[in-house]
C-alpha cells in the first residue's frame, strides 16, 4: 500500500546551518504530497505542499520539490533558525478507497543558538 | 480561511467517565473530517473518517463502540472517548477536508490533550 518514509531524528543543528530532511513515498496513483510541522503542544501546520511531478513547495524559507523519477520530496532550508525546532512530519494525500493522508513518522529538529 | 477548531484543548477526567471533543470548521464546510490520535513523539494515527450526515468509517483496531463519532452538519463533528481509562490518555486531532477539496489539502485543529486518571 502507500506509504511515507522520512528519515529519522533527532536532527541536531546550529543556527544558520543548512537543513534537509529526506523524505520518500510509495504510491499507486498520484497523490499531493505536503510538509507539516509540529510545534511543541500544538496541532500540525501545513509548511508547503505540492500537487504534482516537479511542483516546488516553499514557504518560510522551506522549500521541497516532488521528484516523481525518485519519488522524493525532501525538505530543505538554507539557514535554520532557533525558532524553527519543531517535528516535521512528509505526507501523502490521495484517494485509497476513500481520500486518506498517510503521514511518516515524523523528524525532530533541534537549533541551537 | 480555513481555520480548524477544537473544543476542548485539554481535560482531565476520571477512569470510567465520557469525554465529547468538539472539531469544527470555521470558515468552509467540511465533506468529511478525521480523527487522530497521537502518542508522545509518534507520528498521528488516523482512527476514522466521518461523512457529514452517515457512519464514520473506522480504522482496523480502532474501537467504534469506544471512540463514538458524530457529524451532524458540514461544520462539526465530535469524538466521544466512552468510560475512557488511562490508556485513553492522548493527543487527539481532527482534521478537515474542504467541499471544494482543494488539492486533497485537509486542515488541521490545534488538537486536545486527554488525560485519564
Known amino acids: 500500500g502507500d506509504s511515507v518514509t522520512q528519515m529519522e531524528g533527532p536532527v541536531t543543528l546550529s543556527e544558520e546551518a543548512f537543513l534537509t530532511i529526506n523524505c520518500t513515498y510509495t504510491?499507486?496513483?498520484?497523490?499531493?504530497l505536503f510538509w507539516y510541522v509540529q510545534y511543541p503542544g500544538e496541532g500540525l501546520q501545513l509548511l508547503l505542499k505540492?500537487?504534482?511531478?516537479?511542483d516546488k513547495g516553499s514557504n518560510k524559507g522551506f522549500e521541497a520539490t516532488y521528484r516523481k523519477e525518485t519519488t522524493s520530496f525532501h525538505l530543505e532550508k538554507g539557514s535554520v533558525q532557533v525558532s524553527d525546532s519543531a517535528v516535521y512530519f512528509c505526507a501523502l494525500s490521495a484517494n485509497l478507497g476513500g481520500f486518506k493522508t498517510i503521514f511518516g513518522a515524523g523528524t525532530r529538529l533541534f537549533v541551537k543558538a | 480561511g480555513a481555520v480548524v477548531s477544537q473544543h476542548p484543548s485539554w481535560v482531565i477526567c476520571k477512569s470510567g467517565t465520557s469525554v465529547k471533543i468538539e472539531c469544527r470548521s470555521l470558515?468552509?464546510?467540511?465533506?468529511?473530517m478525521f480523527w487522530y490520535r497521537q502518542f508522545p513523539k509518534q507520528s498521528l494515527m488516523l482512527m476514522a473518517t466521518s461523512n457529514e450526515g452517515s457512519k464514520a468509517t473506522y480504522e482496523q483496531g480502532v474501537e467504534k463502540d469506544k471512540f463514538l463519532i458524530n457529524h451532524a452538519s458540514l461544520t462539526l463533528s465530535t469524538l466521544t472517548v466512552t468510560s475512557a481509562h488511562p490508556e485513553d490518555s492522548s493527543f487527539y486531532i481532527c482534521?478537515?477536508?474542504?467541499?471544494?477539496?482543494?488539492?486533497?489539502?485537509?486542515?488541521f485543529g490545534p488538537g486536545t490533550r486527554l488525560t485519564v486518571l
Open positions: 505540492a500537487t504534482k511531478a516537479d
Open positions: 504510491a499507486t496513483g498520484y497523490p499531493s
Open positions: 482534521s478537515a477536508r474542504s467541499l471544494a477539496g482543494l488539492y486533497n489539502e485537509q486542515f
Open positions: 470558515d468552509f464546510q467540511a465533506t468529511t
